[in-house]
């Protein structure tokens, strides 16, 4: 991957956390690279970004407890907002432990919601023995994801774990909609809506992964571009900081769609 590190290592500073110890870096560039602004913060606009998903996060928690709905809807936007604030953490120190910070509350976030969706009988609760299994289900996942990970540090395996939570999620949403009791439940409009959601929340995520891989494929180019225009005006040339932007957005709407079903 094409990064500051590699780009333009001459810029590159070292802050108080030490030197980098996470398995990845970014294209993120400034007149003096990691640590301009402070010795505290390596990636300024790749970590302050994180503070719109901790936000929209906390916007979505709060429509929850207004709304009645069940507990576990409010833990799901809290899961976001942590993985928000490990993101902050990890931009911010480029450490191994603020990475898994970042990374393993996305897989937690991620069998959560296939919970949701797979628990989609009426009622809500721990009591009934499908809601027991599929909370057991998913923590056996989470509690295996993270070990295995622990073990092969290799970002590309969470990237494809997390990549077939999303892409699971939808599939789950068209079965619901089309081939179950709630597909004759749910009103058509309803439908319409849930399905308008977790489309905006796809293109959402799919824009961000583009953006996100541009930016690790003209790094150099990217790089040569905010060097030329200066600050703030180039961190708008950031392409993983709108990863996070993106990404919360999308989430936000697929997890307002869950709470359709």
Request: with cysteine; glycine share 8%.
């Amino acid at each position: 991957m094409m990064n500051l590190t590699t780009v333009a290592p001459w810029k590159v500073k070292e802050g108080i956390w030490g030197p980098v110890t996470a398995t990845l870096d970014w294209c993120e560039a400034s007149t003096s690279a990691n640590h301009q602004f402070s010795p505290y913060i390596a990636e300024m606009a790749n970590t302050l970004s994180n503070l719109f998903t901790i936000g929209i996060a906390v916007a979505g928690f709060l429509h929850t407890r207004r709304q009645g709905l069940p507990a576990r809807y409010g833990a799901g936007y809290m899961g976001i907002a942590l993985v928000g604030m490990g993101s902050f953490f990890f931009h911010a120190t480029l450490q191994f432990q603020a990475q898994l910070a970042d990374e393993l509350p996305m897989i937690y976030v991620g069998s959560m919601s296939l919970w949701l969706l797979f628990d989609d009988k009426p009622g809500f609760g721990l009591a009934s023995p499908r809601t027991k299994f599929l909370v057991a289900a998913a923590i056996v996942l989470d509690v295996v994801f993270t070990w295995s990970y622990m073990i092969n540090r290799n970002p590309v395996y969470h990237q494809v774990v997390f990549g077939a939570m999303v892409l699971s999620t939808a599939l789950r949403i068209a079965y619901i909609l089309r081939h179950t009791e709630a597909s004759h439940r749910i009103p058509q409009e309803k439908k319409d809506t849930i399905s308008h959601l977790f489309w905006a929340g796809a293109v959402m995520f799919a824009s961000g992964f583009l953006i996100w891989n541009l930016d690790n494929l003209l790094c150099r180019e990217l790089t040569q571009l905010k060097m030329r225009i200066g600050w703030p005006l180039a961190f708008l040339f950031e392409g993983h900081s709108w990863w996070h932007i993106l990404t919360g957005i999308g989430t936000y709407y697929m997890f307002i769609g869950i709470q359709y079903v």
